[in-house]
């Protein structure tokens, strides 16, 4: 395992390294669940914030209970998205617990929510009274869409997916619209706000001030299939070229494992019959005289109607057909090698099975395991950030409410007062 990721068993324990955290000092009052919000809170996490998960007490967090694959523990779903956090359980709906509440959001820099539009006011906090509570409080949203016709949808992953331009242009030409594995729509959006809680932190480092980030999930999804929306345009000029379709109407097509970019590439069988027996390989200009004697096809490497990028154009089809003729004798590992040698472009099509067990990214910390004390081991993805003076250590996620009495403590409540509000169901 490398430098920059280490795992941490207890999350009572706050990881240190000698040049600290580049969030260190910054606390985080967590009010998400499921996928979208918690995804951004851990990052923060990662990168050295005091994440302090706020629960209902019975329950919590919906996913601890969703797709439980052992009964009675958390579920990965759960696990997975809510590590070096706190957990704190707090009864919105009771006069102490609102009291809590508004002590929590007097101490912390940022609260992230990503409940439905209006249910954090309906709890009687809207912005205007937050910022009454502290107005250095930066506060972050996610909602499924921006104000307007859409705005009170429900949105869930493949509905942000839907109505963003993902699956319109994902899938092939004569099939239906296709989802994508990637959780653009949630993770995705996640990612965005934590782009947009970083920018107004360090906003308030010159104005003093906190201010509201929203981010929707269709806006999200939108950013990321800004290429499409590109294709778009240039389609009222002509047909795309680099586009294997036979046929274009007004609107940017479903192109399959088409790289719809400046160098066409596909997605090729190779040797072995498995699902994920492929390789995708991506044909730059100069690498088309060595791939083509590589594939025993050396005269058209100058052939007047093979050897021009734009020469080929019309007849990718027939172009990735002579590449999987000679892949589909290889074992994916073994093209890999070849192609690799010359240069060529090419990756291959990695299943979650072989992921998971990947030797190379266990070593760069890109997948770790960490200890719970009701599941065992499991294994997770380590941060992507990397950071040279704020390394990562990955801690296990809380249990329910398991820093309630510490974090109660912190507030400046006393033993008395934690069992007086136990006894009325406020934690």
Known sequence: MNETTNVVDD????????????????????????????????????????????????????????????????????????????????????????QIFVDLVSRVDILVENFGPGVVDRFGFPWERLQEINPALIYASIKGFGPGKYFNFKAY??????????????????GPPTATGAQIGDSGTGIHLVTGILAALYQRTNTGRGQRVEVAMQDAVLNLCRVKLRD??????????????????????????????????????????????????????????????????????????????????????????????????????????????????????????????????????????????????FKTVGSPLRLSDSPVEIVRSPMLGEHTDSICAELGYSPDQLEQFRSVGAI
């Open 11 to 98: 999350p009572a324990l706050t990881p240190k390294s000698p040049a600290g955290k580049a969030l260190s000092g910054v606390r985080v009052l967590d009010m998400t669940h499921v996928q979208s919000g918690p995804s951004a809170t851990q990052l923060l996490a990662w990168l050295g914030a005091d994440v302090i998960k706020l629960e209902a007490p019975k329950g919590g967090d919906v996913t601890r209970g969703q797709l439980r694959d052992l009964p009675g523990a958390d579920s990965l779903y759960f696990t997975m998205l809510n590590c070096n956090k706190r957990s704190i359980t707090v009864n919105m709906k009771s006069d102490e617990g609102k």
């Open 157 to 174: 992953e493949v509905i942000a997916q839907a109505m963003g331009g993902s699956m319109a242009t994902t899938g092939f030409e004569h």
């Open 232 to 377: 778009q345009q240039r389609l009222a000029r002509g047909p795309l070229p680099e586009y294997p379709n036979e046929h274009f109407s007004d609107e940017v097509p479903r192109s399959g494992n088409a790289s719809g970019g400046g160098q066409p590439g596909w997605a090729v069988r190779t040797s072995g019959g498995g699902p994920n027996d492929y390789i995708y390989v991506i044909i730059q200009p100069q690498v088309w005289a060595p791939l083509a004697v590589l594939i025993g096809r050396p005269e058209l490497a100058d052939h007047p109607d093979w050897a021009k990028p734009e020469d080929r154009l019309d007849k990718l089809d027939k172009v990735f057909a002579l590449i999987e003729d000679w892949s589909a004798e290889h074992t994916k590992w073994q093209a890999l090698t070849a192609l690799n040698a010359l240069g060529i472009p090419c990756g291959p099509v990695l299943g979650t099975k072989e992921l998971i067990e990947d030797e190379t990214l266990a070593e760069l910390g890109s997948i770790v395991t960490v200890e719970h004390p009701e599941r065992g081991s």
